[in-house]
């Protein structure tokens, strides 16, 4: 992640946290211990679906929460759209899409049947 990226995500992510959001936090990823994109638990993050700068009462409420991965970029990709400054209400749906995706997705020798099925 490049600096900018970083200090963006600082600024925006942690505009405002209370005492209780580690708490909440720790829990939450306890009980959805996989990122909802890929299925990984590698460095996983609460994502607040509705930024917390634009309603702090959604902060602990874990309805407001998602876990995304840091590993895959799926935080960035799902549930900022590719920017710290924006969010995602349909992430939980476009996670859950993806994630069907690619366990459907074509094995290597996949696209030489359906190639074979053109004739
Ligand atoms: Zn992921
Ligand atoms: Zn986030």
Known sequence: M??????????L???RVSPEWRRVRRDFLKLYP??????????????H????HLKPSLE???NNLI??????SHHLT???KMSYRSW??????????????????PKPWELEEETNDLG
């Not at 679906?49 to 917390?52: K, L």
Request: hydrophobic fraction near 30%; aromatic fraction near 4%.
């Open 13 to 15: 992510e942690t505009f």
């Open 88 to 105: 995602n209400r349909t992430v939980r749906e476009d996670a859950k899409n993806y994630r069907e995706s690619v366990k459907t997705r």
């Open 34 to 47: 996989r990122c909802e994109a890929c299925g990984g638990k590698q460095r996983l993050e609460a994502h």
């Open 78 to 80: 799902f549930g900022h």
């Open 60 to 62: 602990l409420d874990v």
């Open 2 to 11: 490049s600096l900018d990226l970083k200090k963006e995500k600082r600024s």
């Open 67 to 72: 876990t995304l991965c840091e590993l895959h």
């Open 49 to 52: 679906i509705i930024p917390v």
